[in-house]
């Protein structure tokens, strides 16, 4: 079945979740991370991107925080869903009602937000209040478009699990009757976006990832392999919710780099 594939050149990682929970690593994934770029891959060499949906803080805070942890990322290989966000309105040229958090701001630096004519959301815990939500409502029956930086049901965190912003932007779509355009994972044009300049495939490249529907079945539709990991917000049986399935299951980050080394390489 893999011969028909041709050979790996790229490996995608989500953040939250797949390498870390909030401020705690995934046991042995900085050693993982450490074997898949290693020299000997680099003259393979195999292109490392981390991309996530998070949208809880900017990129300078997100690499300082997954430094403090002990990864060796650098600020050019991570794509998130706020740069796709920040492209969209460049491209749109309009001037956002920014539903993001405060820490995510940075990354909308020079980006006008006087008199909005679009709504942009992200999660955004400490804006999701009746007054805010109602001047978005009130914003997109005037005609500003709706933006989704994504449209995750739910997210890890130490203490549980908790609320998206999928059902906040679900909520202004079903209020104005329109739809929102999204711009993170599982979107083909993510993928496609986080692998420009990289000079590889979609059938290149694997997707690794704890969110069955946004990683691994976004990637899997933008052509790409998607491997799942049972950690961070996985759930069980979460593996029987898309089709195709995904290429491969397995416990954590660890073993996912094990059978791309043996398996792909």
């Avoid at 650098?74 to 998130?80: D, M």
């Avoid at 914003?139 to 989704?148: E, K, T, V």
Wanted: glycine share 6%.
């Amino acid at each position: 079945r893999m011969a028909a594939r041709r050979a790996l050149k790229a490996v995608l990682v989500d953040l939250s979740g797949t390498l870390h929970v909030e401020d705690s690593a995934v046991p042995g994934a900085q050693e993982a991370l450490k074997r898949i770029s290693s020299d000997r891959l680099r003259s393979a060499p195999v292109t490392i991107r981390f991309v996530t949906n998070t949208t809880k803080e900017c990129k300078r805070d997100l690499l300082e925080r997954l430094m403090k942890l002990g990864f060796d990322i650098a600020e050019n290989e991570i794509f998130t869903s706020l740069t796709a966000a920040r492209n969209l309105l460049e491209q749109k040229q309009v001037r956002p009602l920014l539903l993001v958090d405060d820490k995510a701001l940075p990354d909308f630096t020079g980006i006008s937000t006087n008199d909005p004519n679009a709504v942009v959301v992200g999660l955004a815990p400490e804006h999701f209040h009746y007054e805010m939500m109602n001047r978005a409502f009130r914003l997109i029956l005037d005609g500003a478009p709706l933006i989704a930086i994504h449209k995750a049901r739910y997210f890890k965190k130490k203490d549980g699990l908790a609320l998206g912003p999928g059902p906040f932007v679900s909520g202004l779509e079903y209020a104005t009757d329109t739809k929102a355009t999204v711009v993170g994972k599982p979107e083909k044009t993510f993928f496609l976006e986080a692998l420009r300049g990289t000079d590889c495939a979609p059938e290149e490249a694997v997707m690794i990832g704890d969110d069955c529907r946004d990683d691994v079945g976004g990637a899997q539709n933008a052509g790409m392999r998607g491997i799942l990991v049972r950690t961070g917000k996985y759930r069980a049986a979460d593996e029987d919710k898309i089709n195709p399935a995904p290429y491969l299951t397995c416990e954590n980050f660890p073993e996912a780099v094990e059978h791309i080394l043996e398996h792909l390489l």
